[in-house]
């Protein structure tokens, strides 16, 4: 199992491998966002040699507003044509996995009309994503893609497809945490992982492990169960790194017991 986080968009990118390697983190999860992030603006080659002089292995994500379910079909072709100068980013700076946030917003139309606008996006994406050697993956979210049936909607009509399973959004507008559920379901197909905690309702506070109510015990020991020992992110935002680093120390642990 490796231990990563994600780079701060504000920042510059060289500079947040730098301080994750002091930490003695493992991989980047390179978000690619504006205003200093931009798939349009970072230096891809540097960014490589970077994560190549650290030793740092390193996952793809993109932004979580992209509108690939867009009812304005110039929209929707605008978001893939973003994602498809993503995948190239990320086949420069080594990544074989890229992420991607299924899209909900579409005002006064069914489930059925924003499932089926996503699945033309993410089918559109797939031949540059061969073509690129990376896989591409759905992340849940709070809401409408947040349990193994609504998660089935985009996964079972699509088989290449991977699952960037989110353990914190699992606890958010659900009854109790999906994790567990969702794996039982689509374990196989995990290929990489984000873990912070909340408070459960419908807040994503992304707080350090162990701040909130989060039993994300069980969430590991079910992923282990299903094999998976890749990358897990801890998605911790705060100012102090040290929550950060607290967090790394607490996962480490659990992932050693379990």
């Not at 379910?69 to 890229?98: D, H, N, P, Q, T």
């Amino acid at each position: 199992m490796q231990i990563g986080t994600m780079n701060h968009p504000v920042r510059n990118v060289i500079e947040e491998i730098a301080w994750m390697a002091d930490m003695g983190l493992e991989f980047l999860d390179l978000t690619l966002e504006p205003p200093a992030a931009a798939s349009w603006l970072v230096d891809a080659d540097a960014i490589r040699q970077a994560l190549e002089r650290n030793r740092m292995a390193v996952v793809g994500h993109t932004p979580f507003y992209l509108p690939m379910a867009s009812a304005i079909e110039e929209i929707r072709l605008a978001a893939v044509s973003e994602l498809r100068r993503c995948l190239k980013v990320f086949s420069i700076v080594g990544a074989r996995w890229m992420n991607i946030h299924p899209d909900r917003y579409t005002p006064m139309h069914n489930r059925a009309f924003f499932i089926g606008r996503n699945l033309e996006s993410l089918r559109e994406l797939l031949p540059a994503a061969r073509e690129y050697g990376i896989g591409l993956m759905i992340e849940n979210l709070p809401g409408d893609f947040n349990n193994a049936a609504q998660l089935g909607d985009l996964l079972e009509p699509i088989g290449e497809l991977g699952l960037h399973l989110d353990i914190g959004h699992a606890n958010l507008s659900n009854p109790q945490n999906a994790s567990e559920q969702i794996l039982a379901a689509y374990g196989s197909r995990v290929r990489h992982v984000h873990l912070h905690d909340n408070m459960g309702g419908n807040a994503d506070l992304h707080m350090p492990l162990g701040a909130g109510k989060l039993e994300f015990a069980g969430a590991i020991r079910a992923l282990k169960k299903c094999g998976y020992d890749g990358t897990i992110t801890l998605e911790v935002f705060t100012p102090d790194r040290h929550y950060l680093a607290y967090s790394r120390d607490v996962l480490r642990r659990l992932w050693n017991q379990l």
